[in-house]
């Protein structure tokens, strides 16, 4: 099997900065195909096969992810040196808050679902093995195609040659290992680098705060306006750089807090953040990153859009915390307003996404939706209804977001009782009724 594998061409690496696999090439430790070579299954940190795509559910499904302790390798026989755990590898000197690009180079396209980035946590351990629980549940940056299915886009979703993205690196100091992930649409595969970095201290200089509040104040079916609030810091603030789906969109010169977009796509899916530099060069952390989509052509006298994935982020047995993406429309928003069982029990502000609803029952059933209104007082259709029932005196928890469930866990979705069959870390695409059979099983309560 493996001289069959070998034959075949290989795929995709990161070639700047250079990984730990490019190294290992150019000390003729690995052959020129061996770097692109490192492929297991997708969806990292999973560790289950046969999963859909959580924005994709017509892609491939996946195969199963590089092991703890081959994340390295990707498993690749040829390469399992590079899964030894030390602090010996060649590393690349960097700064929080400062702009890492990486670029990746290929020896087979295949068709694109997204990239994901990586960083081993603050506490981690080099003397072993790199594994899920070395790295941050998810990443600090990600690059994602959205067109599907793949076989009617493949224009759409074949990756520039090089392909270059460009991301703000988080806090962190001394050594650590950044893991890029190439995660392929048409099959159940991903490749797996490693980037191993060496985070100098900044001087002493403070870097300025993250700027705050970004939203859209106007959105069209070709362009939008963005908003945000100004970055203080120990030094003079002298710029903003806004950046689009990662890249660097424009730099504006400070005190500018907005900046409007055009020459858009229709009914398009656009991702921003915002960093500020002050006048020693020191670049803030990102702001809070934001999703908007382009209304449709002759859409801007039609009421905000739906706010989307309504989901909990925790249930109690008294409160219920609620989370949404953001609602989009061609004037500005004014406010979200919260619905339980049909009626309004609370109010947030345009850019705040969450909701707790507090002084509920224990072991009660509670419907909510969400909704939007604009400055012309147009109210958007409902949210998805999510159905919550609170804990208490031994009930099974509710599903949530972002948690780590292993095998015989029980939780309650949507008013049914599921127990877990694949150990997991739960995200938007796999709650238990898009995952029965696979992560999930119902059972009765």
């Known amino acids: ?37 490192l492929e297991a299954g997708k969806f990292f940190p999973a560790t289950a096969g ?18 703890d302790g081959q994340i390295a390798s990707g498993g690749w026989p040829g390469a399992l040196f590079l899964d030894e755990p030390g602090t010996q590898w060649r590393k690349h000197e ?50 994602e195609l ?18 270059i993205h460009q991301m703000t690196l988080p806090e962190r100091h001394g050594y650590h290992v950044l893991l890029a992930i190439w995660e392929v649409a048409n099959t159940g595969n991903a490749f797996y680098q490693v980037i191993d970095l060496n985070f100098t201290d900044a001087g002493g ?9 970004l939203h859209a104040t106007h959105v069209t079916a070709n362009s939008l306006e963005l908003a945000w609030s100004a970055s203080t810091g120990t030094h003079p603030i002298t710029s903003y750089s806004v950046f689009c789906n990662g890249d660097l ?32 060069n020191n670049q803030s952390l990102p ?45 500005a928003l004014k406010h979200y307003y919260v619905y339980r069982d049909g009626i309004q029990v609370g109010t947030t502000s345009p850019t705040q996404h969450e909701y707790t609803d507090a002084g509920l029952s224990g072991s009660t059933e509670y419907r909510y939706f969400v909704a939007a209104i604009d400055v012309r007082d147009y109210l958007s259709l409902p949210s998805n209804v999510l159905i919550l029932k609170t804990s208490g005196g031994g009930n099974i928890p509710e599903w949530a977001l972002n948690t780590r469930y292993e095998v015989d866990d029980k939780v309650r979705y949507q008013g049914k009782t599921y127990q877990c069959i694949q150990a997991h870390t739960s995200n938007e695409g796999w709650d238990p009724t898009q995952t029965v059979n696979i992560l999930w099983k119902e059972i009765s309560a």
Not at 7 to 25: D, K, L
């Open 287 to 331: 702001g809070n990153s934001i999703v908007v989509r382009t209304l449709s052509e002759g859409g801007e006298d039609n009421p905000p859009t739906a706010p989307g994935n309504l989901h909990s982020m925790g249930v109690t047995a008294d409160t219920v915390c609620l989370m949404w993406s953001a609602s989009t429309g061609g004037h």
């Open 50 to 67: 046969g999963l859909h795509d959580p924005i994709a559910p017509t892609d491939d499904i996946s195969n199963v992810p590089a092991a």
């Open 146 to 163: 959205s067109a599907q299915p793949h076989w009617e886009h493949q224009a759409a979703l074949t990756p520039p040659e090089p392909t």
């Open 94 to 143: 960097v700064k929080a808050g400062q702009p890492l690009t990486v670029s990746w180079a290929y020896h087979a396209l295949h068709l694109t679902r997204r990239w994901n980035y990586f960083i081993t946590k603050a506490d981690w351990d080099p003397q072993r093995k790199l594994a899920r629980d070395q790295f941050e549940s998810t990443p600090f940056y990600k690059a």
């Open 249 to 280: 969109l424009v730099k504006l010169d400070a005190p500018a807090l907005g900046y409007t977009h055009k020459n858009l796509a229709p009914d398009t899916d656009y991702t921003y953040f915002v960093s500020a530099t002050d006048s020693e």
């Open 1 to 37: 099997m493996a001289n069959a594998r070998r034959n075949q061409p290989r795929h995709g690496h990161v070639f700047s900065p250079e990984s730990r696999a490019i190294f290992a090439y150019q000390e003729g430790k690995l052959t020129d195909t061996d770097p692109s070579s």
């Open 205 to 213: 200089n403070e870097r300025p705060t993250p700027p705050g509040g």
